[in-house]
């Protein structure tokens, strides 16, 4: 029989609404969903091949467990049993910090992340380590110092801004903003919009821009502090804004001032007066900016967020229509980890923080094969792959050698999975429930994504499976039969009242109480994870419930069921709130409500950062003559998750751009197959010449070597990237800016 069914797209953060139409358990039509409001009918090549992350060869369907260098199949059972047995030695022996989890919650996937940082906290560790913490988190590091808390970013008002700059980021590859080509296309054609672009390279994006200021790579904090000075030089600062909303203007502004930005500007490659014109229009227009991996993983990245902060405020384009505006998701905030709280853990070996809740992957070796009694010995990881995504792929090989025990959740077999001890069976995206949403402005977009699928085997939900796990470590309280009972009736408000009765008799089991949930309201709902979803719309924060009373729902006790079911009843997905355009500056946490702009620990750092210091080191000769991007996000990839080669048949996925000029130079030809070579490895690749490459610059895409059906696709990109390259604060990757020198092979 055909169905069609709505859901999402699990394979980038836009969750693109679908409608899939589906055959004897099988994905055969995969189509936009029009009726999709946030969406609204977009899709781009990805998310119309989802068929082949959800149907392939190399799908777990059964738990698994290493013995020697094969895997044998044990059950449920055997599985959950060994592993809590061995996680309870390692506790025991070496203290809660030989404990960390990684990954924890995807697109697809998003509700385990409540389980297993219950799991986690329950033990004692507080090691969370996540994808986030190798791009973003210098930059929310930033937002917290600045805005008050790290949840707290901003994006581009894009219908009401009328000048779009758009620096290190390629959306018309990435699709890394909601429809994105169409939004693009329909600002470039716009007369009396100005789309500006910095980027090294001619990109699908730049060729869209009004402006494209082709920078060169690595310097973008020179690039920044170039804009800041001559905007204060020029006295094109929005004064008023500043008086009003601005803390620590006076303070910062001579230092920033006080720059030679012809100088820097000549290090960029860039032309004084049209970098100067691009200021004045910047301050001058309802402008908005924002910018991507290209600038978060290059040099100086952390201080580049502080800049990029400071600009968007001294010309008063934060928290005003047209600028860059604070979303919110349903259920407000985030995560903020302030390194200050002396009750905060850092890494034992590397002594960094985490941010937003997250350590940075790229420590994670260095944690593992460290001489140190407290080093990690036991390493859950779920919806991640680590060993294909993350930094220095021969690092994380010789760590997860010596990991006492490693656990894998995924719902294929990966790279990681398959060096680990077990290897558990997950559900897919299209096989459970689970929530998606992402912030938004003004409008606030939640759906509540239903099975499609059967699962064709014993494969479980990531947060069932945590849930099982604390059971067997005991670390779920009793729960009395009334709880089962009251869930039992069907009716939510009756299980709701029982539960907050036995949260009041149990406060203690405030931090477990996911668990309690899954059990009891789980069982009847035969979802753990749409139970830990009802129970977070019971516990909305006040914004949340003033901006959904925007949108038409009721105020009073039953607003949180009320979303649910509206939820429920629009497998589409709704609009949950509406926040108001005239009140974003509110959003600001900071103890004055004010943009606080001193962030002492930027403040050596800005000094390094000069024209003459940076064209030394810029210039320096080495061993490696190009610099590679490591890594981009190109409609043939999408991060690891899309295994099956097969769908990019005919397509040339994975290639090492270069441009026309230097292969005539070194003698290479479009086609050749060459070996890059870096200080952390080499890998061959085929070249593909192009002009809109840069000279001397090299892009490889992120995402391949990957293992299927036993067979190696592709480059992998991270056996080229040394995990020590990263941010010195936030010890994010340096991917844009890897020195490289390509051979013949
Ligand atoms: N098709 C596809 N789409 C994806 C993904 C995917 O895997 N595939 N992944 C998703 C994810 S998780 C993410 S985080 C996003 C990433 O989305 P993007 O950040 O848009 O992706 P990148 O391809 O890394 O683009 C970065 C841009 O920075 C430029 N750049 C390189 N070096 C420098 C530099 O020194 N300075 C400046 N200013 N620019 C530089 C590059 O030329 C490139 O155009 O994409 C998402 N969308
Ligand atoms: N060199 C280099 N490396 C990069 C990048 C780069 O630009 N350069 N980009 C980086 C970026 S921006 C990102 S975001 C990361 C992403 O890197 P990761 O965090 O590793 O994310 P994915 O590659 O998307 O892998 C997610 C895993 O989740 C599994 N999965 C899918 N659905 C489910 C599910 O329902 N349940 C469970 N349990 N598992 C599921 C998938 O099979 C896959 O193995 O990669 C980074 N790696
Ligand atoms: S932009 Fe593409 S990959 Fe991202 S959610 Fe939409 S369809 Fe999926
Ligand atoms: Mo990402």
Redesign the pocket.
């Known amino acids: 029989m055909l169905e069609k069914k709505k859901s999402?797209?699990?394979?980038?953060?836009?969750?693109?609404g679908?409608e899939i139409q589906v055959e004897n358990n099988r994905m055969v039509k995969v189509r936009?969903d029009k009726e999709n409001p946030r969406?609204r009918g977009?899709?781009?090549?990805?998310?119309?091949n989802?068929a082949y992350y959800q149907h392939n060869k190399d799908r777990l369907t059964h738990p698994l467990k290493r013995i020697g260098d094969k895997f044998e199949r044990i059950t449920w059972e055997q599985a959950l049993e060994e592993i809590a047995g061995k996680l309870s030695s390692i506790l025991e022996a070496h203290g809660p910090r030989s404990l960390a989890m990684m990954g924890i919650g995807i697109l697809a996937c998003p509700t385990q992340g409540a389980f297993a940082a219950s799991l986690l906290r329950g033990l004692g560790s507080q090691y969370i380590y996540n994808a986030i913490a190798q791009e973003l988190t210098g930059r929310f590091w930033v937002d917290g110092r600045t805005f008050g808390r790290q949840f707290l970013h901003t994006t581009p008002d894009e219908p009401e801004t009328d000048m779009l700059m758009i620096v290190g980021k390629n959306p018309m590859q990435s699709?890394h903003f909601q429809r994105?080509r169409t939004v693009l296309k329909k600002f470039a054609k716009d007369p009396d919009k100005l789309l500006v672009v910095v980027d090294p390279r001619q990109t699908e994006t730049a060729k869209l821009a009004d402006i494209h200021l082709a920078i060169r790579p690595g310097t973008d904090a020179l690039f920044y502090r170039a804009m800041i000075s001559i905007i204060l030089k020029e006295e094109w600062q929005n004064q008023q804004y500043i008086d009003k909303h601005v803390n620590g203007f006076d303070a910062i502004r001579s230092v920033l001032a006080n720059f030679d930005a012809e100088a820097a500007l000549k290090v960029c490659e860039l032309d004084y007066e049209q970098v100067k014109e691009v200021c004045r229009l910047f301050a001058a227009r309802k402008s908005s900016h924002e910018s991507d991996l290209g600038v978060l993983m290059t040099r100086h990245s952390t201080l580049i967020s502080y800049l990029e902060n400071v600009l968007r405020a001294i010309c008063g384009r934060i928290g005003v229509p047209g600028g860059n505006v604070f979303p919110s998701g349903l259920g407000g905030g985030g995560a903020h980890s302030d390194e200050r709280d002396p009750k905060a853990w850092r890494t034992v070996t590397t002594d960094f923080p985490a941010i937003t809740a997250f350590y940075p992957p790229n420590v994670m070796p260095e944690e593992i094969l460290a001489d140190h009694p407290e080093k990690l010995r036991a390493v859950i990881v779920s919806a991640a792959n680590p060993l294909r995504s993350y930094a220095d792929t021969t690092a994380y090989e010789n760590a997860f050698k010596k990991l006492e025990l490693s656990v894998t959740v995924d719902i294929v077999m990966t790279e990681t999975a398959a060096m680990s001890d077990y290897v558990l069976p997950s559900l897919s995206g299209y096989e459970s429930w689970d929530m998606g949403m992402g912030a938004g402005y003004p409008k606030i977009y939640a759906q509540i994504h239903q099975p499609v699928l059967e699962p064709e085997g014993e494969q479980m939900e990531p947060g069932a499976i945590f849930t099982r796990l604390a059971d067997k470590l005991g670390l779920i309280p009793e729960i009395p039969d009334s709880l089962y009972e009251a869930a039992a009736t069907g009716d939510r408000l009756t299980y709701g009242a029982a539960l907050m009765d036995y949260m009041k008799e149990n406060p203690k089991a405030g931090s477990r109480i996911v668990f309690v949930v899954g059990k009891t309201l789980g069982k009847e709902l035969k979802s753990q994870h749409l139970a830990a979803i009802w129970s977070r719309m019971q516990m909305l924060p006040e914004s949340s419930r003033q901006y959904a009373a925007r949108v038409g729902f009721v105020p009073g006790l039953t607003l949180g069921d009320d979303l649910f079911q509206a939820l429920l009843d629009h497998p589409q997905g709704i609009w949950v709130g509406e926040m108001d355009p005239g009140d974003n500056l509110k959003m600001l946490k900071t103890d004055d409500g004010k943009i606080n702009l001193i962030v002492p620990e930027m403040d050596e750092w800005l000094q390094e950062v000069n024209p003459a210091t940076e064209l030394e080191i810029l210039n320096a000769v080495t061993d490696f003559p190009f610099i590679l991007k490591a890594g981009n996000h190109i409609d043939t990839n999408?991060n690891t998750q899309m295994r099956d080669p097969a769908w990019n048949e005919g397509k040339r996925a994975c290639t090492a751009t270069m441009h026309v000029d230097d292969a005539g130079t070194y003698g290479f030809k479009d086609g050749d197959t060459v070996k890059v070579i870096t200080e952390a490895g080499e890998e061959i690749i085929e070249l593909e010449v192009t002009e809109a490459e840069r000279v001397g610059h090299i892009t490889i895409p992120q995402g391949f070597g990957l293992i299927f059906d036993r067979k190696t696709f592709g480059a992998n990109i991270n056996r080229l990237t040394k995990n020590t390259h990263r941010d010195r604060l936030a010890a994010t990757p340096l991917h844009s800016y890897v020195l490289c020198r390509v051979e013949a092979a």
């Open positions: 999402r797209c699990v394979l980038c953060g836009n969750l693109c679908l936009a969406s977009y899709i781009c090549r990805k998310g119309r989802v699709h994105a999408a």
